[in-house]
């Protein structure tokens, strides 16, 4: 079973070009498969459909999510469908097992006035003028962009050379789009660009390395930013805002960008653009977002809506 799994995340990320995140999600969910088949006397060549919805009422019972449920009988899914093109397995024993049924959660956002004060406090964070330009620069990319986290940190220096007016973003997939630059987000990119380049040069007298390839270099092995460092400083500048910080995150932001964009009158696809959405209907939900905002403030100030006792 280890060599099916090699063999399907090995053809996912040669023809697919599957993210890398992705792919570690694949084979922990297909290896878990593999050992509850395991503990069956089974395996993924005479599993059958039984075996497959016995398996994911089994992580039921174990009290997974419906979204974690459905994402492993996905991937149990584009297994077999690899086995059957490869000749492995006449036939999908998964394709026909139905998933749980997912709610719909309207995603977290936060006000205009909270992203505000999220700016403000990168502004103003950092212990020295290097990383309260570089600070000020990832906020106000992330909330004019709507990027995600690996987009944002991953960004190339030279996508930001010349003053832009856009900036190309290689998403899921290796898929690139063109994102819009807010007159914000190019100031506080050009300053930024203009003290990373003079820290560098200062750099290499001192220690023979080439330029870095990264818009927010770091001495990791991946030569930026991680995610998890960005997660940490988005943390400690919600905690300088006075916004707790259970309630930041960066995909917060991003779903902020969507639905400020959306209140402000822009249209729905091209926010499915800028956000990288294969499917409209991903996009959809921040109508539902400003539906239940505008519930709520109806709720909160209509004169008929309060109860004056």
Same mark, same amino acid.
């Given at each position: 079973?280890?060599?099916?799994?090699?063999?399907?995340?090995?053809?996912?990320?040669?023809?697919?070009?599957?993210?890398?995140?992705?792919?570690?999600?694949?084979?922990?969910?297909?290896?878990?498969?593999?050992?509850?088949?395991?503990?069956?006397?089974?395996?993924?060549?005479?599993?059958?459909?039984?075996?497959?919805?016995?398996?994911?009422?089994?992580?039921?019972?174990?009290?997974?999510?419906?979204?974690?449920?459905?994402?492993?009988?996905?991937?149990?899914?584009?297994?077999?469908?690899?086995?059957?093109?490869?000749?492995?397995?006449?036939?999908?024993?998964?394709?026909?097992?139905?998933?749980?049924?997912?709610? !719909?959660?309207?995603?977290?956002? @936060? *006000?205009?006035?909270?992203?505000? %004060? /999220?700016? #403000?406090?990168?502004?103003?964070?950092? =212990?020295?003028?290097?990383?309260?330009?570089?600070?000020?620069?990832?906020?106000?990319?992330?909330?004019?962009?709507?990027?995600?986290?690996?987009?944002?940190?991953?960004?190339?220096?030279?996508?930001?050379?010349?003053?832009?007016?856009?900036?190309?973003?290689?998403?899921?997939?290796? !898929?690139?789009?063109?994102?819009? @630059? *807010?007159?914000?987000?190019?100031? %506080? /990119?050009? #300053?930024?660009?203009?003290?990373?380049? =003079?820290?560098?040069?200062?750099?290499?007298?001192?220690?023979?390395?080439?330029?870095?390839?990264?818009?927010?270099?770091?001495?990791?092995?991946?030569?930026?930013?991680?995610?998890?460092?960005?997660?940490?400083?988005?943390?400690?500048?919600?905690?300088?805002?006075?916004?707790?910080?259970?309630?930041?995150?960066?995909?917060?932001?991003?779903?902020?960008?969507?639905?400020?964009?959306?209140?402000?009158?822009?249209?729905? =696809?091209?926010?499915?653009?800028?956000?990288?959405?294969?499917?409209?209907?991903?996009?959809?939900?921040?109508?539902?977002?400003?539906?239940?905002?505008?519930?709520?403030?109806?709720?909160?100030?209509?004169?008929?809506?309060?109860?004056?006792?």
């Amino acid at each position: 079973m280890d060599r099916w799994i090699s063999a399907f995340l090995e053809a996912q990320a040669a023809e697919l070009g599957a993210a890398r995140n992705t792919l570690l999600a694949y084979g922990r969910d297909l290896k878990d498969f593999a050992g509850w088949l395991g503990g069956r006397k089974r395996d993924f060549t005479d599993a059958a459909r039984a075996d497959v919805e016995d398996y994911i009422v089994s992580c039921e019972a174990d009290g997974l999510s419906p979204a974690t449920r459905a994402r492993r009988l996905s991937a149990i899914r584009q297994l077999y469908r690899f086995a059957y093109d490869e000749g492995w397995r006449a036939d999908n024993p998964a394709i026909q097992v139905a998933g749980p049924a997912k709610a !719909k959660r309207l995603p977290k956002i @936060l *006000s205009e006035a909270e992203v505000d %004060a /999220l700016l #403000a406090a990168a502004r103003d964070s950092g =212990r020295n003028p290097v990383e309260r330009a570089r600070n000020l620069c990832l906020m106000e990319l992330l909330y004019a962009t709507g990027m995600r986290v690996s987009e944002l940190v991953g960004l190339p220096v030279t996508a930001a050379r010349g003053d832009p007016r856009m900036l190309l973003v290689k998403g899921k997939g290796g !898929k690139e789009r063109m994102v819009p @630059l *807010s007159p914000p987000a190019r100031e %506080a /990119l050009a #300053a930024w660009l203009t003290i990373r380049d =003079r820290a560098e040069e200062e750099a290499r007298k001192t220690v023979k390395a080439p330029p870095g390839k990264h818009l927010f270099p770091a001495r990791g092995a991946a030569g930026h930013m991680t995610r998890q460092a960005f997660h940490g400083l988005l943390k400690d500048l919600a905690i300088a805002a006075g916004i707790s910080p259970a309630k930041v995150t960066p995909h917060v932001l991003r779903h902020a960008f969507a639905t400020h964009l959306l209140a402000g009158g822009a249209d729905l =696809r091209a926010i499915q653009t800028m956000l990288g959405h294969a499917d409209i209907s991903t996009t959809e939900i921040y109508t539902h977002v400003l539906d239940e905002r505008l519930k709520a403030l109806v709720l909160t100030h209509h004169p008929l809506a309060r109860d004056d006792g």
